[in-house]
């Protein structure tokens, strides 16, 4: 399970528990990604739990294994983590109560006795792989490219391979599993960024700079459906942040949107906006009302 406690979580308030460092906060482990590095971001004092993917995440927390759950929710480069969406909208009911976005640099690593004229396959999580496609393709072309579950996976996955191999992962990744960085930097976007979601039972209070997710969809399309949900925003000049779709999974050509806006659902303007998406949509569901997440230096 990576670097857990066996010390029992307390059924008082996770944002009172974290700040007194008893919250568990599950991640995708195992330990050295990304999504531990959030976690450690997020509630350095926690209890980090580290589970084998994202879906085993957000059951941890709706079963009470962890407080909390801390999952990728979209990337600057590569757009959203269907994954994470998917169960979102169509399976936990988990409110998004914080966000914390992470600088993302990956490296190449190799096993120290490897050239890299002789590598075969690169390994590494799939987001990973489209974010350094450029790369791959100019200094590995003849390699393959093998989906792992996570970036960390992609060493232990690189080390049992048994031919000339990399992985795409972090640098303390590389320290913590005894590979070698070969190159470090290789992202082919500068200021790639990962932007992830802390999930639990209730979302955030209040603050003076929030931001509220919903998502929604329609029974039956027409002219301006779409376009009258927006108009609620735009009338009471409620900013929106992000807008994408994704499938209904009921049927071919029906689809579930997804908006970001400015404000909390408890804000009488915002709340009163909701009340109007509602009453338009044929599904409607607040993902959940947060703090706004600062953006950190490249």
């Known amino acids: 399970m990576g670097d857990t ?12 528990a974290r700040t007194r460092g008893q919250a568990r906060v599950g991640y995708l482990g195992p330990p050295g990604t990304f999504s531990q590095q959030a976690a450690r971001e997020y509630a350095p004092a926690a209890h980090h739990v580290a589970l084998g993917d994202i879906a085993g995440v957000v059951a941890a927390a709706e079963t009470g294994a962890v407080e909390e759950a801390i999952v990728p929710l979209e990337n600057s480069t590569e757009g959203a983590v269907t994954v994470t969406t998917d169960l979102l909208v169509h399976r936990t009911e988990l409110k998004i109560r914080r966000e914390v976005v992470v600088p993302i640099h990956h490296c190449l690593l190799t096993e120290p006795d490897v050239a890299l004229e002789d590598v075969e396959v690169v390994y590494s999580h799939p987001q990973a792989i489209a974010q350094c496609r450029g790369y791959l393709e100019h200094h590995l072309p003849g390699a393959e490219a093998v989906a792992s579950l996570s970036t960390v996976s992609a060493v232990h996955d690189m080390q049992a391979a048994g031919r000339a191999s990399a992985a795409i992962s972090s640098r303390r990744a590389a320290e913590v599993l005894g590979a070698s960085v070969r190159a470090s930097g290789i992202e082919d976007i500068p200021g790639n960024r990962t932007r992830f979601v802390v999930l639990g039972r209730e ?8 931001k509220t997710s919903i998502c929604f969809d329609f029974s039956a399309d027409g002219p301006g459906t779409l376009h009258g949900v ?7 000049r409620i900013n929106m942040h992000k807008i994408e779709s994704r499938p209904a999974k009921s049927s071919l050509g029906q689809y579930v949107f997804l ?3 400015e404000g909390h659902r408890e804000d009488p303007v915002v709340a009163e906006a909701l009340e109007s998406i509602r009453a338009r949509a044929s599904s409607f569901k607040i993902l959940g009302s947060y703090p706004q997440a600062s953006d950190p230096a490249p």
């Open 230 to 236: 927006l108009s609620e925003l735009a009338d009471r």
């Open 5 to 16: 406690s066996d010390v029992a979580a307390k059924p008082e308030g996770s944002e009172r």
């Open 259 to 261: 908006i970001d806006m």
């Open 203 to 210: 979302d955030h209070q209040p603050t003076e700079r929030d």
